[in-house]
């Protein structure tokens, strides 16, 4: 997924640098109208943290690489503030280590960062239609690889059609990455539930709409 420089055209490389500076200010307007910052930076340090190790350490494949991603557990878990923790990763990672393109940063990062928040807006969806949580984790893990695959192939094969082979060598081995990220997000929330239900932004919004309607309740005795 850390797509190098040289590789992409530059038409790609400027949509992708577009739309991940559209994204980093829509998801920091979202977290500030939905969600207090300031108590969500323990909690952002460590999962951008969690997933600029496990992006760190890939499998040579064919012509391209696999590792973990971790981008859907980052979006039940950060929601949309999800999309700037990932900048936040590719760039240390390209800067600090040479792991990926500096010009490619904005479409690395449109690859992860949107799955992150389409899996966050799905789980929820379905939470709030009672669907069991600890299953809509374990879709939102394996979904999350899905949509950064299909997004990775529509960037090489814009590019060229030299590189629909690689499209497919990556699609196929980023199979067992899916499964193994369904199994741990699935598993991952259905702990926190039960330890730390707080660390979910579901949770808190529940307890946001639970304190509303205490203080609609409270007005209305008065």
Do not use: R
């Not at 039940?76 to 792991?99: D, E, F, K, N, S």
């Not at 299909?150 to 814009?158: G, K, N, R």
């Not at 690689?166 to 899916?178: G, N, S, T």
């Not at 205490?214 to 007005?219: H, M």
């Amino acid at each position: 997924m850390h797509i190098s420089d040289g590789v992409l055209s530059v038409p790609v490389i400027t949509a992708g640098w577009a739309v991940t500076i559209v994204l980093v200010i829509f998801s920091l307007w979202w977290s500030k109208k939905y969600f207090d910052i300031a108590e969500e930076i323990p909690k952002f340090s460590v999962m951008a943290g969690a997933f600029f190790v496990a992006s760190l350490i890939h499998i040579t494949i064919g012509p391209t690489c696999v590792h973990l991603i971790f981008n859907g557990l980052l979006g039940v878990i950060l929601g949309p503030l999800a999309y700037l923790a990932m900048v936040i990763g590719l760039t240390l990672q390209a800067l600090l280590l040479q792991h990926g393109g500096v010009t490619t940063i904005g479409i690395n990062s449109l690859n992860v960062g949107l799955p992150a928040i389409i899996c966050y807006l799905i789980f929820k969806k379905g939470h709030d239609k009672g669907i069991s949580t600890p299953l809509l984790g374990a879709f939102c893990g394996g979904f999350a690889i899905v949509i950064t695959v299909v997004l990775l192939s529509i960037s090489l094969v814009t590019t060229g059609e030299q590189f629909m082979e690689v499209a497919k060598v990556a699609a196929l081995a980023h199979i067992p990455i899916m499964l193994i990220e369904a199994a741990v997000t699935g598993s991952v929330v259905a702990y926190l539930l039960k330890v730390k239900p707080e660390m979910l932004p579901i949770a808190t919004e529940d307890m946001d709409k639970e304190e509303e309607l205490n203080v609609s309740k409270s007005a209305g005795d008065v």
